[in-house]
């Protein structure tokens, strides 16, 4: 939706599966006005099956088989949670998630969460590798991949076609490697709902890669390293691939969703819930309560037009459109090497070719999803958190309170556009705005007591204006406790997009040292230190890495993945103050965030002020900066935030004494401008060692000694 829209109703989607990946898409060309759709996962990038056994068997990298939930949403305009839904009221019309959060409201919910296996064997939830969540056995795996010793014994368990597909991808990633496969079928015929002869051309697929075939073991019980049948027969594995009955998420059934066999969410032709009008459910996670189709993702791709269309009219108070699930499927199974079973009816196929059909129609299937339309309509501005303005850092006596302003505005330009992209989420954005702010304080050694805030809201009805406020309020509020201190009071009001406005009262610590800060020399305080022990040879650290702006630029021009973000976005939500206070204890004499400035523009105002005093200058080493791994690659490609513009000129006043020649990609990280960025701080280089350790026990582990200080003003490379 446009930002100009009034927002009416909140659509929110579970789950980011087949179903709603798709209906995203579509949404993205034809949003609903005054519809907000929000879309919570637990993945940024969600798995796409089809490709799961090519990926394990070596022929497919994690994009090729992933879709970016975190840019497609951001491509159709959609708010992205990135949690887990862990229970439902359908009374309130909230879902409840594992990330601390208050509940998320809404008005329409669908759910499309796919299945997990069966683990209500014994043993089986200590024991085994589950094939769902996908991203739990990816993880599993390359681990299990990386170790030294490889499995002995590998067995694989679930006769469908996913656990055949499953077994012979990884005996092959594994041919190397001696392990002995074994699969473990609870009949006599594996994939029994397909034609007989696909279940043959299985068993001699599986028996042609020297794996073990055991049928009729029924497993009764799962211990370590072992797997025990019913009629007492034992097979030893050191890894179990579980890939058994699919079944439900509980949490629908238990909030009084009407569920059905294996607690899949009872559905009628229009994949509404038959208990709960307002509720739809999708792909795996639904069923239909007469006609159920197969667990398939085919199934759950085609339903996406329905649902799509069905959450629209339900909007608008239209009848409903229902869902004819297609007699049969076309069913390929790849076979390890590059080789496949396909099957259709009574008809059976086998060979490469079936493979690179199977590989053309997988990787048609992602394109849609890499090669999104460019839209013309504009959905450019959105909230977004201004990077800091020269700090506004005033400490005072140590009677009358400091005071930090951090504004929040929706200003134009790519720099800033690059944050709302992934802080859609009002909880996030809360609770990073909150810790913007406070990182002011940090710097000057003063203790924040109180703050007060406006908050502008999207315009909205409204339970919807209630949800957005609840949101950012429960965000603001648990920075703030984090960091010792409440809310003393604020105002709402409406404007077109979410802002912030949040003003920090603090008063000037009584512990540690006082600093000066960029914006001038402080007055010192009761015990403190100031700029005039500031001293050649101290070292400069700096304790978050570089690179937020050329992130989030990259990701806003398709060049970062969401997944990229998430580093950075971990380091913005970690308080400033933690690091203030250590850097502090260990001796630091002066102290600057860096924000809009970049590192370059911060250390120039810090040296400035220092110089006032003294002569010193300061030499940056910049090997030894930390910067966010794709940040490095992103700025070599070429990509730089709208503020580097302006950051820039900063970089004609560098000396370079030892003429050393850097890529110019290398000196745009010092002047990347960065939101939440961290602290820089001067301390006695005998305290380096035991801060820089301090910090990393701290969580910050990408702090390090960036550099030194100079018996001569300004600022050179080393
Ligand atoms: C090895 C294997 C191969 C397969 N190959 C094929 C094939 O070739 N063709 C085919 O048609 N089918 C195949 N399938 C079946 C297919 O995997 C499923 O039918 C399909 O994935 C179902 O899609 P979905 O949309 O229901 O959900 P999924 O694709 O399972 O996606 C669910 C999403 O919801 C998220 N999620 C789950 N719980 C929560 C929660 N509580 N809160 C928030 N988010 C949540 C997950 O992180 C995930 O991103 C295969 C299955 C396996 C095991």
Redesign the pocket.
Known sequence: MNSTDRIELDILL????????LLIRRWGMKPLPGVRLTL????V?????????GY?AGHYRHDEMHID?ARLCHWASVRFIT????ALDLEARE?M??DGRPPVGFDLLSI??????DLSVPGAREHVLP?????GLVDRWRTLQAQPEQPRNIAVV?A????F??LL?ARHALRHSGAGFHWLIRGRRPISDRPERVGERALAAARRADVNVVTDFDVEAVREGLLLARDGRRQAADAILW?TA?SG?D?PGKAGLATGARGFIATNDCLQSVSHPFVFA?????SHVEKPV????????R?APILFENLRRMATGQALKPYRPQRD?L????LGEKRAIGTRGPLVIEGGWVWRW?DHI?RRFMQRFRDLPVMETGRTERKIIQPAAPTATTATTATTATTVTTATTAPAGVGEGQINAIVDDSWLFARIAALHAISDIGVVAAEPHSAQVIVSLADAVPAVAQRDLTSVMHGLDRELAANGFALAGGHTAFSETLSLALVVNALPGTAGSHSPDESGRSGGSPGGSDASRVTAGDALILTQPLGIGVLFAGFMRGAAAGRDLQPALEAMLQSNLPAGRILRRHGASAMTDITGFGLLGHARRLCDSLAADTAVGITLDIAAMPVFATARELAAAGIRSSLWHENRKALAAIENPAGTALPESELSLLVDPQTGGGYLGVLPAAEADAALEALAVAGYRSAAVIGHVDARAGVRLA
């Open positions: 579970v789950g980011g599966g087949h179903s709603h990946a919570i996962s637990s993945d990038d969600t798995p796409y099956s089809g490709m799961l056994p394990l939930l949690a887990t839904v862990t879902v998630v594992d499309d969460t796919g299945s997990t296996p094939v769902k969540p996908v991203s679930g469908g076609a996913g656990g597909e499953l991808a890939v699919a998420p949490w999708a792909g795996d996670a639904g197969p667990k398939a993702g085919v199934y759950a791709v339903q499927n069913v390929l199974m790849a199977k997988d």
